[in-house]
C-alpha cells in the first residue's frame, strides 16, 4: 500500500468530513497506514484560514487522540483552500498548491479526490481537475464519490459521463458506505469459507431471504434533502441492492476485486424487471404519521422542517426481489427499509425450507440470521427436543453476537473504505454496471410511484411500518422473522 498522497476534499467544512473523513483520516494516521508523507487539502467555499481549518480537524479527532500533541501534529497536514467550484481561477491555486504539498511531503505525484458535496458539481469539478492538468497521469490518481449517484438512469448516466472524461472507471470509487461495515463483509466469509452453508445456499434449500433496514430516527435536519429523495431512492437503489448482491452472487473463481465483481454484476442483470400489475404487487411505500411512543410525541413526515405539507415522498418502502439465475430463480428477496420505525436494526434473515415432519407437528423453518448493526454476528435457529420425559420440539438457537463497534474492535466504514482506495481495491464499492441495472428496476417502481396507482400507506410512528408490508409476505405463505415490537 502506498501512503505517500496528498488526499483534496471537496466540501471540507461538510457535516460528512467532520464526523467521519477527519476521524477515519486520524485512524488511518494513528495505526500507521497514512505515514508522514500525507497531506489533506480541504477546501469549500467558507473563508476559513489554515489555523481555522486545524482546529476544525483537531475538534473533529478530540475523542481520539492520545494527546494534544498528537493531534496537532495530525491536524498540521491539513491545508486549506477557499474554492468556488465553477471557478477556473481557484483551481489553478488548487494545482500551485497541490504541486507545492506534492515536494513537501514527498507524496510521488500520488492523488485521491474526495468529493462530499452537492452532487450536481462532481461533473464540473471532475472536468476541472482534468482541464487544469491537476489530473496529469503522474503518480496514482483516485476519485472517491459520494452517494447520491444520479437520482434516476438518466442522471447517473450523465453524471458518469462527466466523471469519466476525467478518470477511468478503474479510478473511481463510488462510496456506498454500508459496504464497508464488518458484517457485510463477512458475507464472504460465511458463503464462502463454510461449505455448510455455501451447499445449501440455494433454491433447493433457501425458502426466502429478508433484507431489513430500520431506523427509530426520523428525516432529522435531512427533510429538504430527503423529500426529494425517499426511501426508495435513499436506501434500495444502493445499501439493499448491494447488499443482495453479495447475498444472491455465486461463488467467484477466486477473492480478487475483479472476480467479486463480475459475479456481483451478474447479479444485477439477472434482477427481474416485473411487468406493470408485479410492480403493484411487490412494492409497498409508506409514510410516518404522527403519533406518541412511551409517552414522547412524534411529528408526522409531512410536518417536518422543509418537508413538502402535501408530500408524497414515502419514508417506508418494502418489496420482494428476484433475481433470475439457477441459484435463486423465484426465491424472494423480501425488504424493508423506513424512518421511524420500532427500533434501529440492520440484519438479514435467511429461511430455509424445512423437511417433512414425522413428529406429528409442524417444523418451524431453520433460520440463519446476519446482524450487521448495531450487534454483530450470527445467529442459526434450530428445533431442539423439549427437556423432559415426554417428547416434545423446543425451539432453539446459535448466537455469536459481539457489540463491536461500541468496543471499538470494528473500524469505522469510511476508515476501512479509504483504507481500501489507498490499496486500490475497489471491491466493496459500486462498480458502474451495477449502479446502472440498479437504477434501471429503481426507475420502473418511481414511474410507477408517481403515477399514483398504487397507495402511500400511512404507519404510526415506533412500528414496523404499515400492514401491507406484512401482507405482502403472508402472500408467499412467509412472515417477517424479526418483530422487534412483538
Ligand atoms: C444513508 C442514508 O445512506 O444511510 C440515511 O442517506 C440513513 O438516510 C443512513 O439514515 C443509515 O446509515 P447507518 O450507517 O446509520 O445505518
Request: net charge negative.
Amino acid at each position: 500500500m502506498s501512503s505517500k498522497v496528498i488526499v483534496t476534499i471537496f466540501g471540507a467544512s461538510g457535516d460528512l468530513a467532520k464526523r467521519k473523513l477527519y476521524p477515519s483520516l486520524f485512524r488511518l494516521y494513528k495505526s500507521g497506514n497514512l505515514s508522514k508523507h500525507f497531506a489533506v487539502i480541504g477546501t469549500a467555499r467558507r473563508p476559513w484560514s489554515k489555523e481555522y481549518f486545524e482546529s476544525v480537524v483537531v475538534e473533529a479527532i478530540a475523542d481520539l487522540a492520545d494527546s494534544p500533541e498528537q493531534a496537532q501534529e495530525f491536524a498540521s497536514h491539513f491545508y486549506y483552500q477557499s474554492h468556488d467550484v465553477q471557478d477556473t481561477e481557484h483551481y489553478i491555486e488548487l494545482r500551485k498548491l497541490q504541486n507545492r504539498l506534492n515536494e513537501q511531503y514527498q507524496a510521488e505525484h500520488n492523488k485521491l479526490f474526495f468529493l462530499s458535496m452537492a452532487p450536481q458539481f462532481f461533473g464540473t469539478i471532475a472536468k476541472h481537475l482534468k482541464s487544469e492538468n491537476i489530473v496529469d497521469g503522474k503518480g496514482f490518481e483516485r476519485l472517491i464519490v459520494e452517494k447520491p449517484f444520479g437520482t434516476d438512469l438518466a442522471t447517473a448516466s450523465q453524471l458518469n459521463e462527466e466523471l469519466l472524461a476525467a478518470f477511468d472507471e478503474e479510478q473511481i470509487f463510488r462510496i456506498d458506505h454500508y459496504l464497508g461495515k464488518e458484517m457485510i463483509q463477512s458475507i464472504f466469509a460465511i458463503r464462502f469459507a463454510n461449505l455448510l452453508f455455501e451447499n445449501i445456499w440455494n433454491r433447493d434449500y433457501i425458502d426466502n431471504v429478508q433484507i431489513t433496514f430500520a431506523e427509530k430516527l426520523g428525516v432529522e435536519e435531512r427533510g429538504g434533502y430527503y423529500d426529494q429523495s425517499g426511501a426508495l431512492r435513499d436506501m434500495v437503489q444502493n445499501h439493499t441492492l448491494q447488499l443482495l448482491s453479495l447475498l444472491a452472487m455465486d461463488k467467484p473463481k477466486s477473492f480478487s476485486k475483479e472476480d467479486i465483481r463480475a459475479e456481483k454484476v451478474k447479479v444485477f442483470e439477472r434482477l427481474v424487471q416485473p411487468d406493470k400489475e408485479d410492480l403493484k404487487r411487490f412494492f409497498i411505500r409508506g409514510q410516518y404519521k404522527s403519533g406518541t411512543v412511551k409517552g414522547k410525541k412524534y411529528i408526522s413526515y409531512r410536518s417536518e422542517p422543509n418537508v413538502n405539507p402535501d408530500s408524497m415522498t414515502e419514508t417506508f418502502v418494502s418489496g420482494a426481489f428476484f433475481v433470475n439465475s439457477d441459484r435463486f430463480r423465484d426465491v424472494p428477496f423480501f425488504f424493508r427499509t423506513g424512518k421511524r420505525l420500532t427500533e434501529k436494526g440492520t440484519l438479514v434473515n435467511i429461511v430455509f425450507k424445512q423437511m417433512e415432519s414425522i413428529f406429528g407437528e409442524e417444523l418451524a423453518p431453520n433460520v440463519l440470521t446476519i446482524h450487521i448493526q448495531p450487534t454483530e454476528g450470527f445467529s442459526l435457529s434450530m428445533n431442539g427436543k423439549e427437556v423432559g420425559e415426554r417428547f416434545s420440539l423446543a425451539p432453539l438457537s446459535l448466537d455469536y453476537r459481539t457489540d463491536a463497534t461500541a468496543s471499538g474492535a470494528s473500524p469505522d466504514p469510511y476508515e476501512k473504505l479509504i483504507f481500501d482506495v489507498l490499496n486500490n481495491d475497489s471491491t466493496n464499492f459500486s462498480h458502474w454496471d451495477e449502479v446502472r441495472s440498479s437504477w434501471e428496476l429503481i426507475d420502473q417502481i418511481e414511474e410507477l410511484w408517481r403515477s399514483n396507482e398504487v397507495p402511500l400507506h400511512e404507519y404510526p410512528v415506533g412500528s414496523m411500518g404499515p400492514d401491507a408490508s406484512f401482507e405482502l409476505l403472508r402472500e408467499f405463505g412467509a412472515d417477517w422473522q424479526w418483530s422487534p415490537n412483538k
